[in-house]
Every structure is written in structure tokens, then in C-alpha cells.
């Protein structure tokens, strides 16, 4: 759990109070938190995950891959049989799919280019 606000003291009333209920450690300022990297400054709280889009493109050979500014066309709609169905599922399995086809795989792509194109954008929270 990450506790945030700017009162020191309500921060540190609220967790004496979970404190008395649950055991609880306080573990300081975060630097990581379900796959996001924390940044923090004077007056910003920044939420990055270039680490995690770059793993995930690494993981499939795709950190030299062409970028993408959208990710899929609007609307788009996929059925489980559109395309041609894949032989090689070891692949396609570290992709997320579990019956893919030649379109599901496409689009995957498109996503994953789409993810290498933004993955320096970062959220910024101010005080």
C-alpha cells in the first residue's frame, strides 16, 4: 500500500491508526510498485515503466522494432478464429495468446511497436 498526501502529520496518523488494526512495516519512500518505477522530487511524484515496456519488448527480440503511434486501428474487433492458425506456440505463447492466429499475432505486434513508441512517457503527479 502506498500512502500519499501532504500532511505529514495525517500520513502519520492514518498509519498509526492501520498500525494498531494489521500488522504493518513501513517500508519508506517506494522506488518501485507493481512494475512502476517511482520517482519522486521536491514537488512531483513521477510513475514510469520503461523498465517493464523494455523487458517486455526484450523478451521477444523486439527492442530494435519499428514504433507505432496508435495502437490498433478504432474498433477493431477480433474473433478467436480470425486468420490462419500458428504452428509454433512457444512464440506465440510468451505473446499471451493461447490459440493464435495470423491477425491475433499481427495486432500483438502492433501493440507491442505502439509500446516501444511511448514507453518514455511517464505520468507526473505535482503536490
Excluded: C, W
Excluded at 88 to 104: G, K, M, R, V
Aim: no cysteine; aromatic share 10%.
Amino acid at each position: 500500500m502506498i500512502i500519499t498526501g501532504n500532511s505529514v502529520d495525517g500520513i502519520t496518523d492514518l498509519k498509526a491508526s492501520i498500525h494498531y488494526h494489521f500488522e504493518m512495516k513501513d517500508l519508506g519512500s517506494p522506488s518501485h510498485f507493481l512494475s512502476l518505477e517511482v520517482i519522486s522530487s521536491n514537488d512531483s511524484v513521477y510513475l514510469s515503466q520503461v523498465k517493464y515496456a523494455y523487458d517486455l519488448l526484450a523478451e521477444v527480440g523486439m527492442t530494435n522494432s519499428q514504433i507505432k503511434s496508435i495502437p490498433l486501428k478504432p474498433n477493431v474487433r477480433f474473433t478467436p478464429m480470425d486468420g490462419i492458425a500458428l504452428d509454433d506456440l512457444i512464440l506465440y505463447e510468451q505473446l499471451f495468446l493461447s490459440a493464435p492466429h495470423t491477425t491475433h499475432f499481427a495486432a500483438i505486434l502492433q501493440i507491442r511497436r505502439y509500446i516501444k513508441g511511448t514507453m518514455f512517457q511517464d505520468l507526473r503527479f505535482s503536490a
